[in-house]
Nanobody, 116 residues
Framework: QVSLVESGGGPVQPGGSLRLSCVTS????????MGWFRQVGDKERESVACINSDGSTAYKDFVKGRFIISRDNAKNTVYLQMNSLKVEDTAVYYCNAKYLRNYEYWGQGTQVTVSS
């Protein structure tokens, strides 16, 4: 039974930091690319960062230099270190597991609220 559980979200002031975690089970995470997405209300869910099975990473321009994605396959966990947070980073952040070209599994999301 596949499970992806995000945690680490919460309220934070602009310029602050949060570390999101996504603990997975029910599949072999090391075989999957892992990613973080975010969504504001009913707007389109957008990619934030991804880390491939070989450890290579990719970031959207709006988080480059601020966010770092990492993975610990032994712990079946992927992380998103979020620094220099901005108000516009406020969103529900979702963890995703991608196999080949398929965004196969999703977590429930964790709320990040950046406000002063």
């Amino acid at each position: 039974q596949v499970s992806l559980v995000e945690s680490g979200g919460g309220p934070v002031q602009p310029g602050g930091s949060l570390r999101l975690s996504c603990v997975t089970s029910g599949f072999t995470m090391e075989d999957y690319a892992m990613g973080w997405f975010r969504q504001v209300g009913d707007k389109e869910r957008e990619s934030v960062a991804c880390i491939n099975s070989d450890g290579s990473t990719a970031y959207k321009d709006f988080v480059k230099g601020r966010f770092i994605i990492s993975r610990d396959n032994a712990k079946n966990t992927v992380y998103l270190q979020m620094n220099s947070l901005k108000v516009e980073d406020t969103a529900v952040y979702y963890c995703n597991a991608k196999y080949l070209r398929n965004y196969e599994y999703w977590g429930q999301g964790t709320q990040v609220t950046v406000s002063s």
